[in-house]
């Protein structure tokens, strides 16, 4: 059964910092891996998908790779501003490719 | 830019109490998606819907749970006779194919859902 986890829980940095958010996965049979934004109590905000056969995603100051042997993928955000605080969330396609496999999400909060 | 909404934004129910919590994908969308997410856990599929047919659905979408397409536009989750534990952010997605095909899934605001 398909597990993610994402580390850390939450994290916070001054504003101006490079960070990484990572993401494990337990069976690297997937089709891709999808990283989402989540503001407190709103709904989901796609960010970057990385399909199966792709290695990284860039968007603006968001890079996201994904190394699928080791069931690995990053999430890096260059230069992190206050409007970056959120809580970040990494899916997984089941084996039918028919839901979502969600982590548990890193919280993060950029200080000014 | 298109958007998936979901109405009402916060229902509050009486334990025992059928709700309906109501959905409009994306137009052009053909596959539909309920998640939840239950305070400070994470974010759990609940039903995926293609062409009026349930295509896949979780072990926690069991015979309380129930989904329809009533129209051309609207997608509905009911949950028949609420418990406590159904209290949870309730998400509405949607995408134009599978993500076997490579693609997105697009998610609503949600709707609270508070059962006491």
């Not at chain 1, 990283?35 to 905000?45: C, N, S, V």
């Not at chain 1, 290695?55 to 890096?76: H, I, M, P, V, W």
């Not at chain 2, 926690?60 to 159904?86: A, H």
């Amino acid at each position: 059964k398909q597990e993610v986890t994402q580390i850390p829980a939450a994290l916070s940095v001054p504003e101006g910092e490079n960070l990484v958010l990572n993401c494990s996965f337990t069976d690297s049979a997937i089709y891709n891996l999808q990283w989402f934004r989540q503001d407190p109590g709103k709904g989901l905000t796609s960010l970057l998908l990385i399909q199966s056969s792709q290695r990284e995603q860039t968007s603006g100051r968001l890079n996201a790779s994904l190394d699928k042997s080791s069931g690995r993928s990053t999430l890096y955000i260059a230069a992190s501003q206050p409007g970056d605080s959120a809580t970040y969330l990494c899916a997984v396609d089941n084996q039918a490719g028919t839901a979502l496999i969600f982590g548990k999400g890193t919280t993060l909060s950029v200080s000014s | 830019e298109p958007e998936v909404t979901q109405t009402p934004s916060h229902q509050v129910t009486q334990m025992g109490q059928e709700v309906i919590l109501r959905c409009v994908p994306i137009s052009n969308h053909l596959y539909f998606y309920w998640y939840r997410q239950i305070l400070g856990q994470k974010v759990e599929f609940l039903v995926s819907f293609y062409n009026n047919e349930i295509s896949e659905k979780s072990e926690i979408f069991d015979d309380q749970f129930s989904v329809e397409r009533p129209d051309g536009s609207n997608f509905t989750l009911k949950i028949r006779s609420t418990k406590l534990e159904d209290s949870a952010m309730y998400f509405c997605a949607s995408s134009v194919g599978l993500g076997s095909w490579g693609d997105t899934q697009y998610f609503g605001p949600g709707t609270r859902l508070t059962v006491l």
